[in-house]
């Protein structure tokens, strides 16, 4: 029986504490799929699963981590066998099943997609739950029929994880690009992601009027509460915004203006249970579609020992774009 390292998540008390362990192959969960994991990545929901400021775990102990890329070590799944490049993204992970903060995994095969062919899986975890969801963005803008020739996009938090690769990613498909940010000193990295314009988030992060001036036909928010209500208000008729996140609060102190006087749409995105083939286009897509220089101007490295004090800074608003974890190698 082989031991591993694993950053561990334990509650006593109603406090929480978290520190680097060594395990053995008995402590993991049930699963058809053995893996060994290579690399992961810190998203705003492990932030907040690591530092307990919201309940995002929901059992203890708890091996956190929503994200894991590596190599199939034993499989009685029939789709995969020891030495695939595999990739896993939500389905509880961190949350109620152990994480990827762990050199080992074992999990439900059905939850893993395929390495894409000819990405890395460092790139994978550059991309992460946060790129992914970037994408399940997009392709919910383009399923509702908006194109770049219809005006210019949105996308707030834009210095962050899912709002770097949104960027990345609607600049390089022609989208003329609007990143909200509350941090002026990264305009030249938005810039060189593909930004158009940017514009202070104060201007969206206040109470704002049932409707406002048009300013765009689609929108990516990862924020929630007043800012996605201002972007409601602004999205010119027959636009959408994609909502992924709630940084700003899970409220919506919206009005009905905006969706039956200007026919706007407000589209709902879930990467956690999202469905297998809808995983599998986005991951195609992103092999197809994202800059890998721009992905790799966005990315920074740690390893897994600085995961806690990342948690931490991802939460103040302190981190840029994406970070992945080296778990072993």
Known sequence: MSSFRALVIERRDGRQSVALKTLSDSDLMNGDVSVRVTYSTVNYKDGLAITGNVPVVRRFPMIPGIDLAGVVEASSHPDYEPGDGVVLNGWGLGETH?????EKARVNGDWLVPLPAGMRAEEAMAIGTAGYTAMLCVMALEAHGLAPSMGPVVVTGAAGGVGSVAIALLAKLGWHVIAST???????????LGASEIIDRAELSGPGRPLAKERWIAGVDTVGSHTLANLLSMTRYGGAIAACGLAQGMDLPASVAPFILRGISLLGIDSVMCPR?????AWQRLARDLDRDKLAAMTTSID???????????????????VVVTVSN
């Open 182 to 192: 509350g941090r002026a000193n990264e305009a030249e990295y938005l810039h060189g």
């Open 98 to 102: 152990f994480g990827g903060y762990a």
């Open 277 to 281: 083939p809808r995983r599998l286009a």
């Open 304 to 322: 897994l020992a600085a995961v806690p004090e990342t948690a931490e800074a991802i939460l103040e608003g302190k981190v840029r774009g994406r």
